[in-house]
């Protein structure tokens, strides 16, 4: 089975310019969450998604920050307009969460990663 | 709010030598789940294992084993006879029951295996 895919991997960039990263999940499952890594700031949560509708994006940096999930398969991150500091991996995961799991957490599988140098 | 330390931040052994990560959690929550993931060179986070607060069972998978002691709110790592292969960054999370699966990472721990 494909795990989740990332696209691009990589993505150079100008200052000002508008970023849009991609992720399709794990087919089945229903959450889906965006990452960011940075030396400084480790691994934190952006956003996340369950049943396509955001749930929680108190980790979005500010408003350049957007993700929508338009369907099941399918996620961007956009960023508009792209600075310097926002040069870091961009992780997307999912995972499956059953509606009678009575709030279980379950396995975040990740994706690849997208590595994001804004100049 | 929760919070997991992993206060080594890099450890460099030698081949064949066992090694021990550390992480320590912090949440008021009695029901969690702690993870460990790998993350190797190539840079993608590897899942390696899931642990609920209610199983303080260890576990051991081939040269890998972990140690969950809730009296110590820590859940350890350990790596038996190294290899160079096993040359990463080895991240500890936590989530809260209902919390829709939000990890809390601790900040990595750098293993260097020299052969």
């Known amino acids: 089975d494909a795990g989740v895919i990332q696209s691009p991997r990589h993505e150079v960039t100008e200052m000002g310019q508008e970023v849009t990263l991609r992720c399709k999940p794990i087919?089945?499952?229903?959450?889906l969450f965006w990452y960011r890594q940075t030396m400084m700031r480790g691994l934190e949560l952006l956003i996340y998604?369950?049943?396509?509708?955001?749930?929680?994006d108190s980790g979005m940096p500010e408003d350049r920050f957007s993700a929508k999930m338009p369907n099941a398969s399918f996620s961007t991150l956009k960023i508009q307009p792209s600075e310097p500091r926002d040069s870091a991996v961009y992780f997307c995961?999912?995972?499956?969460?059953?509606?009678?799991?009575?709030?279980?957490?379950?396995?975040?599988?990740f994706g690849p990663g997208t590595r994001l140098l804004v100049l | 709010a929760q919070k997991v330390t992993q206060a080594q931040t890099e450890i460099s052994v030698v081949e064949k030598e066992d090694v021990t990560l550390d992480c320590v959690y912090e949440?008021?929550?009695?029901?969690?789940?702690l993870f460990w993931y790998k993350q190797p060179p190539s840079g993608e986070l590897v899942f390696l294992i899931r642990?609920?607060?209610?199983?303080?069972q260890n576990e051991i998978s081939g040269r890998y084993s972990w140690n969950f002691q809730k009296s110590t709110s820590s859940f350890n790592f350990t790596i038996t006879a190294s290899q160079v292969v096993d040359s990463a960054v080895y991240f500890c999370a936590l989530t809260l029951n209902n919390a829709g699966n939000m990890l809390t990472f601790g900040g990595g721990t750098r293993l260097m295996v020299k052969p």
């Open positions: 998604f369950n049943n396509n509708v955001p749930i929680d």
């Open positions: 995961a999912s995972s499956f969460q059953a509606a009678t799991s009575g709030g279980r957490a379950e396995t975040q599988y």
């Open positions: 087919s089945g499952h229903n959450s």
């Open positions: 949440t008021r929550d009695t029901t969690y789940y």
């Open positions: 642990r609920n607060s209610f199983d303080e």
